[in-house]
């Protein structure tokens, strides 16, 4: 069997194990160096977590175990298509390989589907629903927290 086709099967496995115990059908991999490195299920139901999905657990414990929040050379391998939170986690760790067995219209029927949200995401900042805002605090006089982190790393 095609390698990347047994990691998706695996993910989808883990979905399946995580219905049985009440969760959500949602489970993914972390694979690096064609080995599974992490896996992860959606708790958002047992945690109250609204972050628990799959695909952030696995990336949470891959990043655990190589012990860096960097995760270059590191694929997902997902059981849905991922929604937009767990897309920009995975990019913004450097994740730069993203597979899904079952897509967005596959789970639309069963109210699963991200794809408003991508749509939404896909629009202006100002056109969306959510508000969204730059509301400026500082003291133009001070150096700015950004200004302070920068020679914070300098004195090391
Ligand atoms: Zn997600």
């Not at 059981?79 to 991922?82: I, M, R, V």
């Given at each position: 069997m095609d390698q990347e086709k047994r990691f998706l099967r695996e993910a989808v496995g883990l979905a399946r194990r995580n219905i049985e115990t009440g969760g959500r059908p949602f489970g993914a991999v972390a694979v690096r160096n064609g080995e599974v490195i992490a896996e992860g299920v959606n708790q958002m139901l047992e945690?109250?977590?609204?972050?628990?999905h799959a695909e952030m657990n696995a990336l949470r414990l891959a990043a655990k175990r190589l012990g860096s929040a960097r995760l270059d050379g590191v694929a997902i391998y997902a059981?849905?298509?991922?929604c937009p939170m767990c897309l920009a986690a995975m990019r913004m760790a450097g994740i730069t390989e993203i597979a899904y067995a079952h897509s967005n219209a596959d789970a639309e029927p069963y109210g699963l589907s991200t794809a408003a949200i991508y749509a939404e995401l896909a629009k202006p900042l100002g056109e969306q629903s959510m508000r969204f805002r730059h509301v400026p605090v500082g003291d133009t006089a001070d150096p700015g927290l950004y200004a302070e982190w920068q020679q914070r790393q300098k004195k090391g």
């Open positions: 945690t109250g977590d609204p972050t628990s059981s849905g298509q991922p």
